[in-house]
């Protein structure tokens, strides 16, 4: 099997687990080298399932026991698939001098498969789902926490330069929670989110899904703690040698999706873009737009 294969046959499988084989196939998800290096009476114990649930979940997918299911686990790790930051650092760390050349065109190579896997035909009817949510939400909510808030900052940004109703949740000065006080039934949720998952981030989507809001999900698995809660989600590929998980895709689904609401938008829009370009002259704020 693959690398990457027990992780797709997982996600294929996730919708129709029952809830303690959920529960397992999460933390398998999440916690590839617990499972790798550990038994599965440990594993079941930081699960929080029954040692017998572990068995029943390796069965579920194809294989003979739960040891069978820990070898494609340690096959990952022979391979070189790390998911820790200090053991993908040390990846990147074994490749001698004569090698940087083809480390740069691994991630090149890369970026250009997770872009490919990313915008699918699912990814396209998605994005113009999210896209109508938007435009019709009376106050749109941004979040990225931490590598994914530049991503945010990105669309919330562009998005601002057309459409006045976008509120990023930043959290500045612990005001996290504030920031949310006021979303309400109809307002819709843009969350960007990669594993490991911020605690926050997780908060704040089915915070905001209990109050009535639509989530648009961008994250990297369809069984993200993000997904559930979601009106609409857009799973991104983010494979790289890297230290994190590349955030291009999701960059490139963050540019998509501000392109659509443009292309969808009415004569308002195309006000609010000359009234922006007219504020940004006034204060100068680009070299050589003096007049």
């Known amino acids: 099997m693959p690398d990457a294969a027990i992780d797709k046959l997982i996600t294929e499988q996730f919708d129709s687990l029952s809830p303690q084989l959920r529960l397992a196939a999460r933390f398998a998800i999440d916690n590839p080298d ?8 440990n594993v079941a114990a930081k699960a929080g399932v029954r040692p017998s649930t572990m068995l029943r979940f390796a069965r579920q997918l194809g294989f003979e026991g739960y040891d069978q299911l820990r070898d494609q686990f340690r096959a990952r ?7 820790s930051w200090s053991g993908r650092a040390q990846s990147l760390r074994k ?5 940087r050349n083809a480390l740069i065109d691994r991630i090149v190579a890369d970026e250009h498969d997770n872009l490919q896997k990313t915008f699918d035909e699912a990814t ?5 789902q999210a896209c109508q949510i938007i435009s019709a939400s009376p106050s749109v909510y941004v979040l990225g926490l931490r590598s994914l808030f530049p991503v945010a900052f990105y669309f919330h940004y562009v998005c601002r330069m057309f459409m006045g109703k976008t509120v990023l949740l930043t959290g500045t000065g612990g005001t996290f929670a504030d920031d949310l006080r006021r979303v309400e039934k109809g307002d819709a949720v843009v969350a960007f989110s990669y594993h490991p998952y911020a605690r926050d981030s997780v908060k704040a ?31 991104v590929a983010n494979q790289t040698p890297s230290l ?48």
Request: hydrophobic content about 50%.
């Open 34 to 41: 617990e499972i790798a290096v550990n038994s599965m009476r």
């Open 77 to 83: 790790i022979k391979a070189g698939v790390e998911t």
């Open 95 to 99: 490749g001698s001098t004569s090698s």
């Open 124 to 128: 396209a009817k998605s994005l113009r």
């Open 205 to 235: 989507v089915n915070f905001a899904q209990k109050k009535g809001a639509r989530v648009i999900a961008v994250t990297d698995s369809r069984v993200s703690p993000i997904m559930a809660p979601a009106k609409v989600g857009v799973v």
């Open 244 to 291: 994190f998980p590349t955030i291009l895709p999701a960059f490139a689904v963050a540019q998509a999706l501000a392109a659509l609401l443009i292309q969808e938008s009415g004569e308002e829009t195309m006000a609010n873009l000359a009234k922006t370009e007219s504020q940004l002259a006034a204060f100068g704020v680009y070299f050589g737009g003096e007049k």
